[in-house]
């Protein structure tokens, strides 16, 4: 038996004039936590809510465990949960009633359902807000209960469509350690986003998106490794003349080098020792700094080298 | 003028529901808006809509009705037993002869002719027309009786029969012409008014109190009074627009009978009763209500139907009791019936002008609540919040 | 499953107070309102007696029958009654200027004044002061005695000979007309507003039924979202949603019936088990146009409750609720309106009950009202079929 999850072939999406998909494929293993990265209006959704059935595409298949995915495949349907972007629940059930309720649009014994609920709300923490309603709750524990409302039923495959919007970063760093553990359990775990930290921290393998084309994929490092870019040297400094920053461009292994608002960053391909080089070169040249540090590129790093845009906007 | 620009902003994205809201009314103004004559300086029978079946179709048969269409007006047509009971129910006939076979047979006998007369009993128009009905009988029977030709006797028995000569108007009413039905169109044109008015102004209104436009706004360095200032502004000129429209709909439809003095007294009584229409939206619009969609719906309906129905609106003020009519007056669609009927009837401008000023008086009333609940709102949501969590 | 959708959305429609306070609230106010307005006009109407004013001085004495006996004109008006035995007139012998100023002040519709001429034959006159259904009463009564006295003198000019046949036949009352009454439990037809206002109520259920298909719209509503993915036919959840919705608005509508029923004493004519089905059928026809509209094509929700607003206050204006003659008028002029307009069919239901009792009209509306709730429900199933969106 194929172990590919999902598995979409030149997928065509129109909305009038502009190509919201174009030609996309990709192809999720069984297992996996499947990160779709890719800024804001690249795509991300859009290849959900075809996936499930929800938007009607122009061109191109569509296969959910290794099935042609419609809406009347209610058989397909058992085996699949959603996490949405905005809270989708009714502000005038409780908590336990809400994910009652969902859980049994998928479970028709009785017995079940209410030991999964009981297990959802555990796995959530929300024991203590059951008889909550949602209007009650903060926005973190709003967002565990749409994930308890979606994951309830115990599917094989779960879809997360940017479940951290907005959340501080208690809740988010649940809702993730959440995610992780589903993935444990067993359910393969497709995870739309456009923070970078989230998919590096828990994605087994990624797709970079953008304008509704494949940009890239692989797994975090194999991303990594695609671009030059191996090492960035970041330095706190004040009053960098231009012509030292034409001089640091001549040392080793410097692709490029910008300095905004007192930081000036070195990308560095390849080469070790890079920051002792450019700390050698200050001493050298006498310019006072404040901080120096030395990271490893991003996936934003990736996308940009890629695309020539930034993956979250300035205000992100 | 931030505030009073984004007013026709969201105002804009109301625009839907405003034009289909003014849209059916014009519907109904164009349905209800037909001509009617009459003349009050002279004695007339009071004549009805009838429905006369001649079954005997003989010339003393066609004499009896040609008689009673001197007085009334006969509705044509082919109806049913049911489509007459309808007609008869609803008071579109009022009345429903039948003439029978053997008619002018037992009229020239001297027998009872058997004319059937089917209409609600409780009410004067059957005895009414039972009476005439028995009088040009008897009339033509005794004419008849002694030898007279059926043309001699029939001409005879109309003559009896026409008691116009009998009587005089001791004064005339108003020289004006029975408008009859332009005046029903003007009173719904209150309806009208507050149907657009609230549907449109409300929605507006209760987005500026929603809380987070009002924190936010409120944490401004927006002073309070220039943004009322403006509100009131843009309200006092939405409901202006509206009424320029409305007024021009009306003298479309029934203003050209009308000389120019009666339509400006029409035009400031409408105008008028824009203006307290504008209030009452305020006034509604600082209750402690969310506001949704459909509440507004609901409130535009309520308030606007039932001051319309109590205020002498669709049932006409002298058809209405006098404890509706005690009820009626502390609404302002009373006195705005009241000053459609004083100017309809010439009365002197001084009175008209009350009938105004008790109009603004409500008015003023309406802020006044406005203000009270925007206060106790403003008090209730000063005190410190429970927390959530 | 359909049992759980079906108990959930009870809770939730329970829930939404304020979805129910204004079905509630609206059907009370309104009928509190209609019934302060109407009540007590139709009996006004009825029939009474007419204030009149007789003048006849020194006139009256001097009169005289074809016997030679002394006319007691006085005594004649005031024994005259309707048929129900109503005395016709409330009359008053006055002198001419007590008369004048008793017309003047409209304490009087009409002076009747009794002369003599020229032949010492009395002659009748009346004074109005308007026109008017009273006023066109006393004009019939005088001139037909006028008409009396007129006919006796062309008999004594002409044909003598025919007197004594004229005195006999005088004697006996032959009632030439038939009356029969219009039928029905209740004629007053102010009523009719009452069954408008009920139709309207129960139209106005369609807003929660809207509401309810909007939130399972994944183009309108979040939880839309989530409830179009799951595994459950998509109409039965629908229905099943509906079902609850139609019980909940039922109750409200029943008590409104009840209200007006129990509390204000309005006689909708008919009896009580006709009344409940009339309204429960009312119901259904407004939860299934509020189903039928939320499947139109318009994506946004305030665009839909545009619509159905629209065509109950449209449809209640055709319906007879601001002028009640108006479904007469349309039943004349374009009776497919009141086929179609539901405000139309369901207020002929309590009409025709009230006027034809249970029978083939009854029926006939039962089956209008079904009917139109299919094709309702049936058009938002066909609308509704569509499986995907085309945006989210």
Known sequence: ?316 | MQVFKSFFKILKAQKAGIIIYTAIILVMLLVMGKAGTGNEDVFEQTGYTIIIDDEDDTEVSRGLKEYLLSIHEEKKGDFSEDQITDLLYYRSVLAHVVIPKGFEEDVKSGRNSGVQLRSDDSLPVASYLESQINAYIKHLYNYLSVGETFAEADSKAKNDSDYSRLVTMSQSKNANENRLDSVNVILFAAFSLMGIILSGLLPVLFKFKNKGVAERTAVSSYRPEKRVLELSLATVLFSFVVFLALAAMLYFLAGKKYDVADLGLYALNLFTFTVVTALIAIMIAQLPISGSTSQVGMITNVVSLSLSFLGGIFVPLSVLGEGVKSFGRFLPTYWYATAVEKIETGAAFSEIAVCLLIQLLFGAAFIVVGIICARMSENKSARPAKSEN | MAGRIFVTHLKLALREKHALFWTLAFGMILGTLFYVAFHGIYSQESLDSIPTALVTGDALESMKDGEGNAVDIEGMLKELTYDNGKKMLELKTVSESEAEELLANGDVDGVISVTLDEQNAPKFSLEIKENGIGQSVLTVVVGEYQASFDYLRYLYENHPDRLADYFARNDQVIDYVEAKNIGGNNKDPYVAYFYNLMAMVCLFCSLQSLAAMCRNQADIDDVGKRTNLVPVNKMVYELSALAAVYVIQFVATSLVLCYLNFVLGVDFGGELPWLFLMTALGTLLGVSLGFMVAHIGAKSYDKKETILTVITLLGGFFAGLFYHGMKAVMEENCPIVNRINPSAVITDSFYSLNMFGPGDRVTRSVIYMLALAAVFIAIGSLLGRRQRYASL
């Open chain 1, 1 to 316: 038996m194929s172990d590919t999850v999902v598995k979409i072939t030149n997928l065509v999406k129109r909305y009038k004039e502009l190509v919201a998909l174009d030609n996309f494929n990709l192809e999720i293993k069984k297992g996996e936590v499947f990160g779709l990265l890719g800024p804001n209006g690249s795509g991300k959704s859009t290849t959900m809510n075809c996936v499930l059935s929800l938007l009607a595409y122009d061109e191109g298949e569509i296969e959910v465990f290794g099935e042609r995915m419609e809406p009347s495949r209610y058989d397909l349907k058992k085996r699949i949960g959603v996490v949405p972007q905005n809270v989708a629940v009714f502000d005038e059930l409780t908590v336990q009633e809400n994910i009652d309720y969902f859980c049994g649009l998928y479970i028709k014994d009785k017995e079940t359902k209410s030991k999964y609920v009981e297990d959802a709300i555990e796995f959530v923490g929300l024991s203590d807000f059951r008889k909550f309603k949602p209007r009650k709750l903060s926005g973190g524990l709003l967002r565990r209960l749409n994930i308890a409302c979606g994951i309830a039923h115990k599917p094989e495959l779960i879809f997360f469509d940017e479940p951290t919007v907005a959340v501080d970063p208690q809740s988010r760093n649940k809702i993730l350690e959440n995610i992780t553990e589903l993935n444990k359990q067993g359910a393969t775990i497709v995870y739309t986003t456009h923070y970078m930290e989230e998919v590096e921290q828990i994605c087994t393998n990624i797709l970079i998106m953008d304008r509704g084309k494949s940009v890239a994929s692989g797994t975090s490092e194999e991303l990594k490794k695609m671009i030059k870019n191996t090492e960035n040297v970041v330095v706190d400094i004040k009053r960098l003349p231009a012509e030292k920053i034409e001089e640091l461009k001549k040392l080793s292994h410097v692709y490029e080098v910008s300095y905004v608002s007192d930081r000036l960053t070195i990308k560095c391909a390849g080469g070790r020792h890079n920051i002792s080089h450019v700390i050698a070169f200050f001493e050298k040249e006498n310019i006072e700094y404040d901080r120096i540090y030395s990271e490893l590129p991003t996936l934003n790093d990736v996308f940009l080298e890629i695309t020539g845009k930034e993956l979250r906007d300035k205000e992100d």
